[in-house]
């Protein structure tokens, strides 16, 4: 198991350098086709691209584009009543039947609520949640000066059943009025429910309960209790863009002037927000099977350090750039 990003970016590009190349001199790549050679025992190229070119066949895509609200209503371990918001599924494709998948990058929103009276608002709810521990978090936050806040340390890991945070909650009085909330679950790029790495009882996270009152008199500004169709929203959110292309920047060419760049030209430094970007070679053949070797960059600005993803089979590979301002790769 690669535990940080900057490892599993390395070891993906080994790979894709020796399943493109077989470790050989770089020459012109063969035609496309099928490459058949009995008793052929030195190494035969079958893709070769060192990106001086265009882009060649390859595909690129943002992987965050058709992405769809989590957050819903649901029985299953409701916690008071007959519904509680659920930030997960049951699918017959996960491990167990349910839980989360990679990725996600989901967020639950409370409408706007005025404090102005309040004398010490908080924020009260029930919780239950289940996430890899040290790499999918749920955050609860405010918005402060227009900027969301955590109101405290993010839950990761299992919270062993469901529990309620207390009439103290936490407090809301030094954030902005309307106080703007929200829970927000962010999942890196491997081990959930969805493939099998990581088996949740019933994650990421479930919530009811939710709401905002003075502690001191008792008076409620908002409440969901699941019962009425619910009021808060579930969103997710906004795509990423997709910034993989051809640079004809130098200095991270391995070999130069071209190479794949998936970051922005105009400020190098910044790696784009909850970036999830793929690319993908076309598919070549090779005696009866079938391979095709591709390079994915993922960050999740709001996870914390660490995140990685797995590779998809030998001819194969994806990594996650973590704290890295984009990636390249030259093949």
């Known amino acids: 198991m690669f535990k940080r990003a900057?490892?599993?970016?390395?070891?993906?590009?080994?790979?894709?350098?020796?399943?493109?190349?077989?470790?050989v001199p770089k020459v012109a790549a063969p035609a496309a086709g099928d490459v058949n050679v009995p008793g052929q025992r030195s190494p035969v190229i079958i893709f070769f691209d060192d990106m001086e070119s265009g882009e060649n066949g390859w595909t690129h895509e943002d992987n965050t584009s058709g992405a769809l609200p989590k957050f819903h209503l649901d029985t299953y371990y409701a916690y008071d009543g007959t519904y509680s918001w659920w930030c997960g599924e049951l699918n017959a494709a996960y491990t167990g039947g349910d839980g989360y998948g990679n990725s996600w990058d989901q967020r639950l929103v409370v409408p706007d609520t005025d404090i102005s009276s309040a004398t010490y608002p908080v924020l009260t709810f029930a919780y239950r949640y289940d996430s890899e521990?040290?790499?999918?978090?749920?955050?609860?936050?405010?918005?402060?000066l227009g900027v969301y806040v955590d109101l405290a340390p993010p839950y990761n890991g299992s919270s062993g059943g469901w529990h309620d945070i207390g009439a103290y909650g936490a407090l809301l009085g030094t954030y902005d009025n309307p106080a703007r909330v929200r829970f927000r679950f962010v999942s890196d790029g491997a081990y959930s429910d969805a493939d099998g790495d990581y088996d949740s009882d019933g994650g990421g996270i479930m919530l009811d309960n939710i709401k905002i009152m003075d502690f001191y008199d008792?008076?409620?500004?908002?409440?969901?209790?699941?019962?009425?169709?619910g009021l808060c929203i579930s969103s997710v959110a906004g795509a990423a863009g997709d910034y993989w292309h051809i640079t004809a920047r130098s200095c991270p060419a391995y070999s130069d002037p071209h190479c794949w760049w998936c970051g922005d030209d105009g400020d190098t430094t910044v790696t784009p927000g909850?970036?999830?970007?793929?690319?993908?070679?076309?598919?070549?053949?090779?005696?009866?099977?079938?391979?095709?070797?591709?390079?994915?960059?993922?960050?999740?600005?709001?996870?914390?350090?660490?995140?990685?993803?797995a590779t998809g089979g030998a001819t194969s590979a994806s990594a996650t750039a973590g704290r890295r301002a984009g990636s390249t790769a030259s093949i």
């Open 218 to 229: 008792s008076t409620v500004f908002f409440l969901d209790d699941g019962e009425s169709g």
């Open 274 to 309: 909850n970036l999830d970007n793929s690319a993908s070679s076309s598919t070549r053949r090779c005696r009866r099977s079938t391979a095709t070797t591709g390079w994915s960059s993922s960050r999740r600005t709001a996870a914390p350090p660490g995140t990685r993803t």
């Open 6 to 23: 900057l490892i599993l970016a390395a070891a993906a590009l080994l790979t894709l350098s020796c399943a493109a190349s077989g470790a």
């Open 133 to 144: 521990p040290g790499y999918d978090y749920t955050y609860i936050q405010a918005e402060s």
